[in-house]
């Protein structure tokens, strides 16, 4: 397992603009990367989307939980991210939304109307009164998965991914626990 300090820390003496976006693969060092993103922040949010639905994803919470440590105010919001991020995205505060792509497993199981509520998380961004950085998983570099409800997420998951990165100032892919800045608009 690789130790959160093996991950390159973000430039600190740089504010943070408005919106980022933080994506790669699974155990990419994404999370931890974009936690770094926060330190220094007096009251950072942690806005968690996953929901503990087996014992794997309870290890997984976990582990995160343990590598943040109790500074973070944690808000656990599955389904309702617009209104979560009215709520704490704060003057003084910063958000870390981790993750866009857990957020979208769960309105896809509700059975919801994706695209438009991409659409309408994508069109609340600009009204947000703190930084918030957002992690997502790039799952379409793999093969085709053999599923259609498995393909539809994939492809969700990549538009999603376009909308925010579009709204977003800051845009950074880690791979391997390397951070590859895409975009920095200032």
Request: glycine residues 8%; negative net charge; contains cysteine.
């Given at each position: 397992?690789?130790?959160?300090?093996?991950?390159?820390?973000?430039?600190?003496?740089?504010?943070?603009?408005?919106?980022t976006?933080?994506?790669?693969?699974?155990?990419?060092g994404?999370?931890?990367?974009?936690e770094?993103l926060?330190?220094?922040?007096?009251?950072?949010?942690?806005?968690?989307t996953a929901?503990a639905?087996?014992?794997?994803?309870?290890?997984?919470?976990?582990?995160?939980?343990?590598?943040?440590?109790?500074?973070?105010?944690?808000?656990?919001?599955?389904?309702?991210?617009?209104?979560?991020?009215?709520?704490?995205?704060?003057?003084?505060?910063a958000?870390?939304?981790?993750?866009?792509?857990?957020w979208?497993?769960?309105?896809?199981?509700a059975?919801?109307?994706?695209?438009?509520?991409?659409?309408?998380?994508?069109?609340?961004?600009p009204?947000l009164?703190?930084?918030?950085?957002?992690?997502?998983?790039?799952?379409?570099?793999?093969?085709?998965?053999?599923?259609a409800?498995?393909?539809?997420f994939?492809?969700?998951?990549?538009r999603l991914?376009?909308?925010i990165?579009?709204?977003?100032?800051?845009?950074?892919?880690?791979?391997?626990?390397?951070?590859?800045?895409?975009k920095?608009?200032?």
């Open positions: 397992m690789l130790h959160p300090a093996a991950i390159p820390l973000a430039d600190h003496h740089v504010p943070l603009p408005p919106l976006l933080v994506f790669g693969g699974a155990r990419s994404k999370s931890a990367y974009a770094s926060l330190a220094g922040v007096a009251e950072p949010v942690y806005l968690a929901e639905r087996d014992g794997e994803m309870s290890e997984r919470i976990r582990h995160h939980q343990a590598r943040r440590g109790g500074s973070w105010a944690t808000i656990e919001e599955p389904m309702d991210l617009i209104g979560a991020l009215r709520t704490h995205a704060q003057p003084g505060r958000v870390l939304v981790d993750c866009l792509t857990l979208l497993t769960n309105i896809l199981l059975e919801a109307d994706v695209p438009a509520e991409m659409e309408r998380l994508a069109q609340s961004l009204a009164a703190a930084p918030v950085v957002f992690v997502s998983n790039e799952v379409g570099m793999g093969i085709v998965p053999d599923n409800l498995a393909r539809a994939r492809d969700h998951a990549g991914n376009q909308l990165a579009a709204r977003c100032q800051r845009v950074v892919f880690v791979a391997a626990g390397l951070p590859l800045l895409l920095d608009v200032r």
